[in-house]
């Protein structure tokens, strides 16, 4: 296997290629001064299984850059190409909540399956969707963080009592405090926008007697997060830290949460930021296997070759016939 990262990504793939026996190379993306995307590949591909690795965060910016990688490795001679993409966006949008709204959660796992044999992700923002197979058309492998969450709480903040800012938290609040045998407890919200949202008020007094926890998958625009911290201290509470899978982070969102009391902000390293404190690449090298060992069918770039030559000989037997 060929590792490649996209740039920002280099510190986990540094940690990553080891765990699972790839050769790591760089990739080259060069910007035009218009905004257009120049992406080279490094040396022999021929036969390889290659694995882009490149966070979603900003999945408008990397969607053509990945694109064309994908391609460019198959020109190459790759026998597969894989996505390990730790962050997912456009999970989110996964119904048409108003008329002539896109539903972007299938529309961009469709994009992403005409590029990939195989995926792996990091804690997917799922809700309505039940498993990545529903809208993903190649195999998608789901890596869950709450051990790696667990563990963390276990060793730093053996007191800890966690809490969720709302119910989508549910999943992965109820997970984690099962593991490190902790409290918790799930907070409501009401969102009036995409920064005005209001938080209730814990119900249990169980948040009294430990050091309070705010966990939450991704952190975007912080209004909730810091809503949940505002809510925490009015109740009395010692200053809590906020534990974040994806450190999606929209512009001033760490100190809009900082600003609100938190005592830390603790992410894993699925997206690159300064609060990164949780390595992923044992549990993505894990996921990566999984993902392998299952994939018996043929490369997507040997399918379109078939399909490829199906319709070359339709055409000519068509021509052939007059028709």
Known sequence: MILVPFPEMQPLAEDLAPAIGAELRALDWHRFPDGESLISLPGNLDGADVALLATLRDPDRLALPLRFAAATSRE???????LIAPYLGYMRQDRRFDAGQAVSAPLFAQFLGESFDWLVTVDPHLHRIARLRDVFPMPAVRAVSAPLLAEWIETNLPDAVLLGPDSESQQWVAEVAR??????EVLRKVRSGDRRVDVSVPESAAHQSGTPVILDDIASSGSTMARAVERLLAAGT??????????????GAQDVIMSAGAARIVTTDTIPHPSNAIGTAAMLASA????LSGLDLPSRASSLKSESRGLNEAANAAFGAGL
């Open 76 to 82: 190459m001679g790759a026998r597969r190409v894989g």
């Open 179 to 184: 593991l490190a045998g902790r409290p918790h």
């Open 238 to 251: 010692t200053a809590p830290v906020c534990l974040v899978i994806h450190a999606v982070f929209a512009e």
């Open 288 to 291: 990566v296997r999984s993902v």
